[in-house]
T-cell receptor, first 115, second 115 residues
Framework: AQTVTQSQPEMSVQEAETVTLSCTYD???????LFWYKQPPSRQMILVIR??????QNATENRFSVNFQKAAKSFSLKISDSQLGDTAMYFC????????????FGAGTRLTVKP | DGGITQSPKYLFRKEGQNVTLSCEQN?????MYWYRQDPGQGLRLIYY???????QKGDIAEGYSVSREKKESFPLTVTSAQKNPTAFYLC??????????????FGAGTRLSVL
């Protein structure tokens, strides 16, 4: 069974600084996708970034980037130039390529950006 | 605008009562999902449907039922058999984003509480 672990229940960062959220996963599969979702106080889940396991290049989306270490089964999210609007719960998620109906989520990291 | 609409935003259930959560999407997606979110835990899959008139159980289907009579609609019924229904419920649909990326889109959720 696939599991996703987020070891940091809560984190905080000063506005304009950089923060990294950790995620590790456990799987015997070689083809899969990894995701970071953001859930702001409105509770609406928003996709932040997506990584295909077969790609060696780390995904980036504006101020958001990942550090994907396949051998270590690690998938951290880096937020640069943090903004107050980045305050949210962040969920790491995993999905096997051939079973796109089974997405596994970590427990989440609550990030607070302080002014 | 295309999206997923969940209603109501807040719902209260009395003991022994069945309640139904609505989920409607106008994204023309075939696949739809129901997740349960509890504090300190990630999202857990209740049911999913890949096509009209077909649905499959997820990890925590006991005490819940669904129907998929229309492509746009995937209502979830929380039955009296669900002994701990208090949670936040998220509906999602899956489709292709520009660039060939298959991702899940989420509604804003329904908060269910027991009176």
């Amino acid at each position: 069974a696939q599991t996703v672990t987020q070891s940091q229940p809560e984190m905080s960062v000063q506005e304009a600084e950089t923060v990294t959220l950790s995620c590790t996963y456990d799987t015997s599969e070689s083809n899969y996708y990894l995701f970071w979702y953001k859930q702001p106080p409105s509770r609406q889940m928003i996709l932040v970034i997506r990584q295909e396991a077969y790609k060696q290049q780390n995904a980036t989306e504006n101020r958001f980037s990942v550090n994907f270490q396949k051998a270590a089964k690690s998938f951290s999210l880096k937020i640069s130039d943090s903004q107050l609007g980045d305050t949210a719960m962040y969920f790491c998620a995993f999905m096997i390529t051939y079973n796109n109906n089974d997405m596994r989520f970590g427990a989440g990291t609550r990030l607070t950006v302080k002014p | 605008d295309g999206g997923i609409t969940q209603s109501p935003k807040y719902l209260f259930r009395k003991e022994g009562q069945n309640v139904t959560l609505s989920c409607e999407q106008n994204l023309n997606h075939d696949a739809m999902y129901w997740y349960r979110q509890d504090p300190g835990q990630g999202l857990r899959l209740i049911y999913y449907s890949q096509i009209v008139n077909d649905f499959q159980k997820g990890d925590i289907a006991e005490g819940y039922s669904v129907s998929r009579e229309k492509k746009e609609s995937f209502p979830l019924t929380v039955t009296s058999a669900q002994k701990n229904p208090t949670a936040f419920y998220l509906c999602a649909s899956r489709g292709w984003k520009a660039g060939g990326r298959d991702i899940q889109y989420f509604g804003a959720g329904t908060r269910l509480s027991v009176l």
